[in-house]
């Protein structure tokens, strides 16, 4: 895993690397005491000191095989600067969670640890659990209900590495993620087809490669919706969020509408080095893919609404809005669901679809009480990765191509 990717968003403007290792340097060169610097004109610098040591990792569960991190110590100085230093890794019990010496954690046996880090004087830890895997189903279990509901698949390609991101969780606290941000932005939640009160999640392991996969461009959302129908027989009352451990281009999702599938394409190169599930409170770019993607399966953006594009199922004003795909993005940090409530999400009109009518939706179970004013707990990406790329956009590639003159 990529460090940067688990530095919380928090810090991330702080100083990245330790000022103490440079200015030990300093102090070696420059001898003592409050000498005038040796070379002329050099500037004086004021030694940053260190005032505390923290220790973060975005989760505080692992399961037994998982390899995760690595945890990050964050030195805190005297002029309110944060960076990360090099600390050194204990495991108060190597047989439950082993730890490596950048802070790479590997769940070993169930059990809990105590994860600390060292550096100067100061240190600091964290609690860890380490818990089975979550058995693997290759079916729909038998459903804890009857009913419109959502069901989660994780599809990958007949060659392509298995994450585990159903075995080890990964795509449950996805799914918790987006449904803390839905609970609190619109009150609702999506209907997710559970089996003995947990998320049935399916593991699907398709019969093309991840490179006939990517082959397929626009066609691989059917392929994938072939592959479940193939399945899962076809059940009138399912839609289906499918994470695809492949690429497809620069995309990051897709849909078929009419099959009522909706596709995050997870892969570091291709969509986002993003964890999925990265943080089970506070969607990031995976999550906010995948409820773009299954809004456009609800009857996103209808043709009836008034800030859609002409040329595909999104609106094009209001940059942070999550079914934005218009030509500006101008680094809002916020995205919100129907910005207006007026194109897609809670309009009320009757004369034109409004998703939130849909039998996929189902009442927040708690509306969780938050202070006046204070904003629901929205994404939190690399500025990167936003607006989506989504598959129902006309593609980049037909779009240079047609405005490319022959030769
Ligand atoms: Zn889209």
Same mark, same amino acid.
């Given at each position: ?132 895997p979550n058995p693997r189903h290759e079916r729909d279990q ?8 959502? #069901? /989660?698949?994780? +599809? %990958? &390609?007949?060659? *392509?590495? !298995? ?9 449950? $606290? ?121 809004? #456009? /399966?609800?009857? +996103? %953006? &209808?043709?009836? *609404?008034? !800030? ?9 004003? $209001? ?89």
């Amino acid at each position: 895993m990529n460090p940067t990717r688990s530095t919380p968003d928090r810090l991330a403007g702080g100083t990245r690397w330790a000022a103490p290792l440079v200015l030990l340097g300093l102090a070696c060169g420059g001898g003592e005491g409050n000498q005038t610097p040796v070379t002329p004109g050099t500037p004086r610098v004021s030694p940053k000191e260190l005032r505390g040591l923290e220790v973060s990792l975005a989760r505080n569960d692992l399961r037994v095989g998982q390899v995760a991190g690595p945890a990050l110590a964050y030195g805190r100085y005297d002029d309110g600067t944060t960076g990360i230093v090099e600390g050194a890794w204990t495991s108060s019990d190597p047989s439950v969670v082993e730890v490596g010496e950048d802070g790479t954690l590997t769940g070993v046996a169930v059990g809990r640890v105590t994860v600390s880090a060292s550096f100067e004087e100061f240190g600091d830890s964290l609690e860890l659990e380490v818990l089975e895997p979550n058995p693997r189903h290759e079916r729909d279990q038998p459903d804890d209900r009857a009913g419109a509901q959502v #069901h /989660v698949v994780y +599809a %990958v &390609p007949s060659d *392509a590495e !298995d994450g585990n991101l159903d075995r080890y969780g990964d795509i449950e $606290r996805s799914l918790e993620a987006i449904q803390h941000w839905l609970g609190a932005e619109t009150g609702q939640r999506l209907r997710l087809d559970t089996a003995g009160g947990r998320l049935d999640v399916t593991f699907l392991r398709l019969p093309f490669t991840a490179a006939e996969g990517e082959e397929r461009g626009a066609a691989l959302a059917e392929d994938l919706e072939g592959a479940i129908r193939e399945r899962f027989g076809t059940a009138t009352d399912k839609t289906y969020a499918v994470y695809y451990a492949g690429r497809s281009g620069d995309l990051c999702g897709s849909a078929s509408v009419e099959g009522r599938v909706a596709v995050a394409f997870v892969h570091p190169e291709g969509c986002s080095p993003r964890a999925v599930g990265g943080d089970r409170e506070t969607p990031s770019t995976y999550e906010t893919v995948m409820l773009h993607e299954l809004l #456009h /399966v609800f009857g +996103a %953006v &209808p043709e009836c *609404a008034p !800030d859609r594009l002409e040329t595909s199922a999104h609106v094009g004003t $209001r940059v942070e809005d999550l079914m934005y795909a218009g030509p500006e993005w101008s680094g809002h940090d916020e995205v919100v669901i129907d910005a207006g409530r007026d194109d897609y999400f809670g309009h009320g009109r009757p004369d034109c679809l409004d998703t939130a009518a849909s039998e996929f939706w189902e009442p927040a179970a708690r509306v969780e009480a938050r202070v006046p004013g204070a904003k629901p707990p929205r994404p939190v990406m690399p500025s990167a990765d936003w607006p989506v790329r989504c598959g129902l956009l006309p593609r980049r590639a037909e779009a240079d191509a047609s405005e490319t003159p022959s030769p």
